[in-house]
């Protein structure tokens, strides 16, 4: 097969059973009713159960992808595990998310934060491109064991999910990857962060309990920059497209907050009807998110040969990124 660029075989995702409406969290923190919902648009979110690791939601996810995509396993060269909430801090947790699904294939984590997918997804369609084989792309996120319960700014916006992308060799030259742009603003670094655990901070017995957990610095200011540089990587992958967005058939947002990409939409000129939602009842799962609302999109048959896709996301680093990608059936 002469590879020219590559095309989304298959989609999955997993979700924890334990739902968590946001009437449940609004009386523990004394908020008042619909709070939640008018500040971020979430009406709910998934949280693991206890016993529940990481890798245990990864592999859900992508058997998931992997049976609806129908790729034999020696067709897959390289898993890519987008995550910030790995099993453990050494080793990687991709090796052995690979083995449980029966790979011996090259595996590695990527540690980007909410923006975690379109790094993957723009490393994965390089490596179909030179090699040929498949990449099995899967984000995933336990979050509800790195915030405070008592902090309003974490509390409500974080969730658990896991969702897979099966990406395979297309011999279309239009398809695929057509523009991306990636970009980081490391001024913003502590913005959003986990002060302890890593080697400026190790002991995390010893940290103060606001450290062990995610802490959002300055909300309006994360907000006023997420709008800033997902609209701005948006223009600037789609100007390296050759696409104008009113040729977009689908926006896919990191489903951070609504108010966030639906700004970012409107700074677009997008039409809010082809902007694709998971939000609502899912939350924010970080790098998840993207992969999630393609998954779900999928199921209910949105997607279509040769449609125009934008995604887009922003997250702890600051960093942030977007890809415009093209459909295929081939």
């Not at 609806?68 to 090796?95: C, F, K, M, R």
């Not at 279509?304 to 459909?327: I, K």
Request: charged letters at 20%; one cysteine or more; hydrophobic letters at 45%.
């Amino acid at each position: 097969m002469n590879v020219r660029s590559s095309r989304i075989a298959g989609l999955g995702h997993y979700v924890p059973e334990r739902r968590i409406e946001n009437s449940v969290l609004e009386q523990d923190l004394g908020l008042s009713n619909g709070w939640i919902a008018r500040r971020t648009g979430i009406k709910a979110r998934r949280w693991a159960a206890p016993d529940q690791a990481l890798t245990d939601i990864a592999v859900e996810a992508a058997s998931s992808a992997l049976a609806h995509a129908q790729i034999e396993t020696n067709d897959i060269g390289l898993v890519l595990l987008a995550t910030s909430t790995p099993d453990h801090l050494l080793p990687p947790s991709a090796p052995l998310l690979a083995h449980r699904l029966g790979l011996t294939c090259g595996a590695i984590d990527l540690t980007g934060a909410c923006s975690g997918f379109i790094y993957a997804l723009l490393f994965a369609d390089g490596f179909v491109k030179t090699t040929g084989q498949s990449v099995l792309i899967v984000a995933a996120n336990i979050l509800s064991r790195r915030i405070n319960k008592a902090d309003t700014t974490s509390a409500v916006l974080f969730a658990d999910a896991g969702a897979a992308m099966a990406l395979a060799p297309s011999s279309r030259e239009d398809a695929g990857v057509l523009g991306s742009s990636v970009m980081s603003d490391g001024s913003l670094y502590d913005m959003i962060a986990i002060k302890a655990g890593g080697t400026r901070n190790p002991d995390m017995g010893t940290a103060e309990p606001e450290d062990r957990v995610i802490r959002i610095k300055d909300g309006k200011v994360v907000f006023e920059k997420a709008v800033k540089l997902m609209t701005l990587c948006s223009e600037q992958a789609l100007g390296r497209a050759g696409i104008k967005a009113s040729q977009i058939d689908h926006f896919i947002p990191h489903q951070a907050n609504a108010r966030i990409f639906d700004l970012v939409a409107e700074n677009l000129d997008i039409d809010p009807c082809r902007t694709l939602r998971s939000i609502e009842e899912f939350g924010n799962s970080s790098a998840a998110t993207i992969p999630l609302t393609l998954s779900l999109a999928s199921e209910q048959g949105k997607f279509a040969d040769g449609q125009f896709l934008l995604m887009a996301a922003v997250g702890a680093g600051f960093t942030g990124g977007a890809v415009v990608f093209r459909t295929s059936d081939q």
